[in-house]
């Protein structure tokens, strides 16, 4: 049973570009969360999603960022016109259906702004 | 919302000795508190959690202890290793996702 995935595990965007990352539930798994990690700092939420639904999106950004979690196919985390302050680690997690609790991280798209 | 703070944020023990981790949180709605491990580069992983119907759980060298009155929460590790040395997080639920604690560098000297 695979764990969660996350593609691409780096990504280099220069300043005004356009970054893209895709997390992939574990199988089974139909919530997914996005969160960002400063250098040094612990896990910021961003998004949480369900097929086809963002349920809360209360820690994205009101600008640039967006999250869609298609009835096929992977989520995908959006940033438009990156800045140097996107630069971060930015984890997915995936859990099970019926709200448990437990969620299950990938292992992280790091992204760097030049 | 959800406030989660951690203490100490760094922590070095000698192999064999015992290491805490303390976390308190604001929201007596919360029910769930995982705590996480990271090692450098790598994904946070699950390595114990408890729920606020319990007051402590165990697993093998780690330990959990939930205070719901005083809203804290413990890790406990006896027994520590070199390989146990990564920055350990705790949590706690918020209406959808989960609340981080800062995180606290724990070095196992050997």
């Known amino acids: 049973n695979a764990g969660v995935m996350q593609n691409p595990r780096h990504l280099v965007r220069r300043r005004g570009q356009e970054a893209r990352l895709r997390c992939s539930p574990m199988?089974?798994?139909?919530?997914v969360y996005w969160y960002r990690q400063l250098p040094e700092e612990g896990l910021k939420f961003m998004v949480y999603?369900?097929?086809?639904?963002?349920?809360?999106e209360s820690g994205m950004p009101k600008e640039r960022f967006s999250a869609e979690f298609p009835k096929e196919g992977p989520s995908i985390l959006r940033i438009q016109q990156v800045v140097r302050g996107d630069s971060a680690a930015y984890f997915c997690a995936s859990s099970p259906p019926l709200r448990q609790p437990e969620q299950f991280f990938g292992p992280g798209t790091r992204l760097t702004v030049l | 919302g959800e406030n989660v703070e951690q203490h100490p944020s760094t922590l070095s023990v000698q192999e064999g000795d015992s290491a805490v981790i303390k976390c308190t949180y604001s929201?007596?709605?919360?029910?769930?508190f995982p705590w996480y491990k990271q090692e450098l580069g790598k994904r946070p992983q699950l390595i114990i959690d408890?729920?606020?119907?319990?007051g402590e759980k165990k697993d093998q060298r780690i330990a959990v202890t939930l205070n719901k009155t005083a809203k804290h929460f413990s890790l406990h590790i006896t027994e520590t290793q070199p390989e146990d040395s990564a920055v350990y997080f705790c949590?706690?639920?918020?209406?959808?996702?989960?609340?981080f604690g800062t995180g606290t560098r724990l070095t196992v000297i050997p």
């Open positions: 408890i729920r606020s119907n319990v």
């Open positions: 929201d007596s709605a919360s029910n769930y």
């Open positions: 199988k089974g798994h139909s919530h």
């Open positions: 949590a706690a639920t918020g209406a959808n996702n989960l609340f």
């Open positions: 999603l369900q097929k086809e639904n963002i349920i809360d």
